[in-house]
DNA sequence: GCCCGTAATTATGAATGCAATCAGCCGAGA
DNA sequence: TCTCGGCTGATTGCATTCATAATTACGGGC
């Protein structure tokens, strides 16, 4: 097991995570423009290093390059959306399947751990730390899944979702229903049903997806900022 | 519909895309070591741009990048086929499923063409003609599927799968097989059976995969050059 | 007063230069 | 003879510099 050799890290990779971490936050915004020479100069480096990490953030999809004209965060629309949680409910589903195959006592009891940590925030009513655990779940069902590339996939359009903020679990009710899908997901697992943990799961992630829509239609209450 | 004004393709783009020819043309081989500067010196550019698009090649998986050590295209194993090949039936399947959809008389007419063009070839038994005109009518089906998500996962991974030497077609009968299996794709497009189009297109995909595992596992007759 | 053309400014794109690190080689010592 | 240590050449990584295109500001004309 080689750890790569100590800690070779690139310095565009450094400044790539950093920018994500922005990104992720809020801190940059779709849409926002990225100034390289203020970037490169808050971070003490050169331009070179922060341009190669906005090519690989560009091909990630998190930014928007336009050729002279500068970096962009990507937006992600509507129709993205729409387009893209189908897909992700085929591979996730796909996963919770393989999981659900795979899956030996000490890897369920691992899930278990999880969910019982999902119960407990939402019992405590605290939507970042439910957020939080909930990705924790899904991320745990991947590696489960024992496929590097369903793995990749998932995290890839898992990533651009991030740009979108996560109001989903806001909409009234969704959390309680979110929680309902998961222990029914849970519950195929633990009994090895592959075929149930697989259409559960891609159910759950469309569910999701209306939530959000749902959301987005309706008139805001006191929405942004 | 503006062409985003004109051309304006960045170097690094361009320097990229003519990467990607070479190593899909296995001129650069998986495992070999991509020296920076005698290619710079070759497209007569500096390092910079090279680098970037480096980079953006690595993103896509074709190259890996060793910190310090330098850039090498990326070698594909037995195992990360038996991983893609699920995913990318799982993808296809959908994308079928999707164009049988909503295909219209139009679009039928375009898969019918391309279709014939694929008997054409399977006769005159151009093995590398047969192998583009069949990524065609891959392309268009995922066109036709109007999901730009869905269509770039299955070109991430077709991408890498292209890492690979495409041997499978030259398995005994495997030519005839994925032509009929084509043949039965079509007609369910043609009959508006989407289902029937996905459950098909799926098996398709992992008998090819089933096709290139029996050539590894074979001894091979006079393979390689 | 508004619009258009031109000049100045600013940002991006690419080239060059320099420092740090790694690989290979040679020699010394066990 | 084999192994360990230091040296040298080569290569990567980053900074700096230069060129070019786009944006803005200004002035003249309509």
Redesign the pocket.
């Known amino acids: 097991m080689n750890l790569a050799t100590i800690a ?1 890290i ?3 990779q450094e400044v790539a995570e950093r920018l994500r971490q922005r990104i992720f936050a809020h801190e940059l915004k779709p849409g926002d423009w990225i ?3 203020a970037v490169a100069a808050e971070y003490g ?5 922060l ?2 990490a906005l090519k690989v953030l560009a091909a990630e999809g998190l930014v928007t ?1 336009k ?5 962009y965060v990507t937006e992600i629309s509507e129709r993205d959306l729409d387009q893209i949680f189908p897909v992700l409910a085929l591979l996730e589903g796909r996963c919770a399947y393989e999981a659900a195959w795979n899956a030996g006592a000490d890897q369920i009891r691992r899930l278990e751990e999880l969910h019982g940590q999902l119960e407990e925030q939402a019992a405590g009513g605290d939507l970042d730390r439910f957020f939080e655990v909930n990705q924790a779940f899904h991320r745990c069902l991947q590696e489960l899944s024992g496929n590097r590339w369903l793995d990749q996939m998932i995290g890839d359009m898992r990533r651009v979702l991030k740009l979108t903020r996560h109001r989903s679990l806001r909409s009234d009710g969704r959390l309680a229903q979110s929680l309902e899908e998961h222990r029914a997901i849970m519950a195929a697992i633990r009994n090895g049903d592959a075929p149930l943990a697989e259409r559960l799961m891609r159910e759950h992630l469309l569910s999701g997806r209306d939530a959000v829509a749902r959301l987005e239609s309706a008139p805001r209450p006191a929405a942004a900022a």
């Not at 050729?67 to 970096?71: I, N």
């Open positions: 070779p690139a310095l565009y100034d390289e020479q480096i050169s331009r070179t290093p341009r190669e390059l050729p002279r004209r500068g970096c």
